[in-house]
């Protein structure tokens, strides 16, 4: 094959299709007959094939190796120009664009022929690529049937279309940063270094750029007929042309949006629809490292775990949600969060919330699970401190200890208890007391209200402010019974304060339904204590109980109502199954069920068994 005699200029930005279809205008020949008459492949020449570029470079008159890089390369799964990577996707396949602007100044310029002056850019064959970056116009697609540019994807033809387009046709626009940079990629300018989107090939870093660039602009994973494609690749590009890990961080921020919206969020379905793309949209291998990036992002921040799936299985739990636990320690998601919320792991909870919106570490929950899985009934807790019913309700009412919550079983209202708190409270009572056997006048903290005349607050508080210093406490008894005080530090300390009563009109709440002369009947048979203080109107001497007594009282008689509703059954047949076990009332009152029982009689019997 002999050279021709009427060659073309090949310039650095020109695709191979352009140099062939240029050599055809050069020769005034249709470019099918010029291929036909010479044996050129055509096709083979689209491809990127050795063979018909080097036919194609012997025949312009231009070195092989620079037109190998300047043409589209096919490989098994993808096209390279140069050492840029591309898939078909990224290619104006089916459709040549053009710049007029660039088209003019070719023919005013050019040498030779005026069909055989225009060429086509490398960057007007890459989809990424909408503007010419010289002119700062859009690209024109030209519409025409029978013309040879619409029969071959990457050819570039010229007749007296071409050479009547009005360069006005086309509208201005802005040319991108990102346009730019793919500019640069394609004529051998971009740096392996510089960013995070520089270590990626090509096609993935423009993929990447328009994925983000939609999630942020649109709240979806991909763009729609009339977005702005530009746009949405400049606004994805800006937040990933950076060092560091930008991806990684753009990925967190949807898992982190993911679990935190109430709903199924914009957020939610972009971070789905991410990995599905990942999955089944890009398949390219060269996606891998971005896969990996999209599963390290998801386990750092999603309550993921052994038995689910994000490219590949995952090992170990960073996070568990209510639902996973749910699914892991059969507690309900509800009540696991409102017992997270008592215990001050997470704060505010609200129920309305779906079960996988709230997140707690893997550890934390782990180990909250572990003190809550065997929790004590009201009777266990009762046991382990070593009080009464009556004792145990004073200390929920001082919310020095507060149930889980309802225990899930039918029939039932008792309520479940932390162990741990419960021991916590022990600690705290006990502070620096000392284990050494106390002497023969201490006595615990329940009898000492009795002997030092103080209720339980007053001895609890003085426990917990640390400002009794004769303190021991017995290994061998339980509860609050092994915390040992002193007396007559305690009625000390106590009457240095303002004095604890209980007005007689105002007894009633806590004595029961119970006349005021029947209240001083009980006064004078020893059962309540009297003092007298001034009145703090008119300073007069006045009668008023002792809040101290009162307690006592309340702890060892209850109203007939009471004790059925501790006991979860009728007053009716309660009242029947006293009388048949031979109890009488401690005090009578017209209405039965207002009656006066002593609890540790009612204790002693079977039925009482929740009363000790």
């Given amino acids: 094959m002999t050279r021709l005699s009427r060659t073309v200029v090949v310039h650095h930005d020109e695709h191979a299709m352009s140099v062939v279809a240029r050599l055809a205008a050069a020769q005034d020949q249709r470019l099918s007959d ?29 070195n092989f190796s620079t037109l190998q890089r300047r043409s589209l390369i096919r490989h098994d799964d993808f096209y390279a120009i140069g050492e840029e990577r591309l898939l078909p996707g990224n290619l104006t396949y089916h459709l040549v664009r053009y710049c007029p602007h660039c088209l003019a100044e070719d023919r005013a310029h050019g040498s030779g022929s005026l069909k055989s002056r225009p060429y086509g850019r490398l960057s007007w064959l890459v989809s990424f690529v909408s503007s010419c970056p010289i002119h700062e116009v859009s690209l024109l697609a030209p519409i025409a049937r029978g013309l040879e540019l619409a029969r071959i994807s990457s050819e570039f033809s010229f007749n007296e279309f071409d050479a009547s387009t009005d360069p006005k046709m086309a509208p201005s626009a802005e040319v991108t940063e990102f346009e730019r940079y793919v500019c640069s990629a394609l004529a051998g300018g971009r740096k392996k270094e510089d960013s995070f989107l520089d270590e990626l090939p090509l096609h993935v870093a423009g993929s990447l750029c328009e994925l983000v660039g939609a999630v942020l602009s649109h709240g979806r994973v991909y763009g729609k007929a009339g977005d702005n494609f530009a746009a949405m690749r400049q606004l994805g590009f800006g937040t990933l042309h950076r060092s560091g890990t930008p991806l990684k961080e753009f990925f967190r921020e949807l898992a982190v949006e993911r679990r935190s919206k109430n709903k199924v969020s914009t957020a939610r379905t972009s971070h789905r629809h991410v990995y599905r793309l990942l999955k089944a949209g890009m398949k390219h291998p060269d996606f891998d490292s971005v896969r990996e990036i999209f599963r390290e992002a998801s386990i750092e921040e999603l309550p993921l775990g052994p038995g689910d799936n994000v490219f590949g299985p995952i090992e170990a739990r960073r996070f568990h949600s209510l639902w996973t636990a749910y699914k892991e320690f059969g507690i309900t998601p509800s009540y696991l969060g409102k017992m997270l919320e008592a215990d001050g792991i997470i704060s505010n909870y609200d129920p309305r919330l ?28 009762r046991d382990f401190l070593g009080v009464t019913a009556a004792v145990f309700e004073r200390l929920l009412a001082l919310e020095l200890l507060a149930p889980l919550s309802h225990s899930a079983k039918r029939g039932t209202a008792e309520p479940l208890y932390d162990p741990q708190a419960a021991k916590s409270l022990l600690k705290r009572l006990r502070g620096n007391a000392t284990s050494t056997p106390a002497p023969n006048a201490f006595v615990d903290i329940l009898e000492v209200r009795a002997a030092a005349g103080c209720t339980l607050a007053e001895v609890l508080d003085l426990l917990t402010s640390h400002t009794l210093t004769r303190v021991h406490f017995d290994e061998t008894r339980p509860g609050l ?3 040992l005080v002193d007396p007559r530090e305690v009625r000390e300390t106590v009457e240095k304060r303002s004095p604890n009563i209980v007005p007689v009109e105002f007894a009633h709440p806590n004595l029961g339904p119970i006349a005021l002369r029947d209240i001083w009947r009980l006064v004078d048979a020893g059962h309540l204590t009297k003092v007298d203080v001034p009145h703090h109107i008119n300073c007069k001497p006045w009668s008023v109980l002792t809040a101290w007594s009162v307690e006592l009282f309340e702890e060892r008689y209850a109203s007939l109502d009471k004790l059925a509703a ?7 047949l ?27 009689e009612v204790a002693r019997l079977k039925l009482g068994e929740a009363l000790r």
Avoid at 355 to 367: D, F, K, L, Q, R
Avoid at 566 to 572: E, F, G, S, V, Y
Avoid at 574 to 600: M, S
Wanted: charged fraction near 30%; proline fraction near 6%.
């Fill in 34 to 62: 010029f291929c036909r008459h010479l044996g050129i492949d055509l096709r083979g020449v689209a491809r990127g094939r050795d063979e018909a570029l080097r036919e194609l470079a012997y025949l312009a008159n231009v």
């Fill in 354 to 381: 779906p079960a996988c919106a709230t997140i707690v570490p893997e550890h934390i929950m782990v180990s909250f699970i572990e003190r809550k899985r065997h929790p004590f009934d009201g009777l266990k807790a």
């Fill in 481 to 483: 019974l092994s915390i």
């Fill in 566 to 572: 501790r006991l979860l059954t009728d007053a009716r």
């Fill in 574 to 600: 309660l009242r029947r199954e006293l009388e048949a076990e031979g109890v009488a009332p401690f005090l009578n009152n017209p209405r039965p069920e207002r009656a006066l029982y002593e609890v540790a």
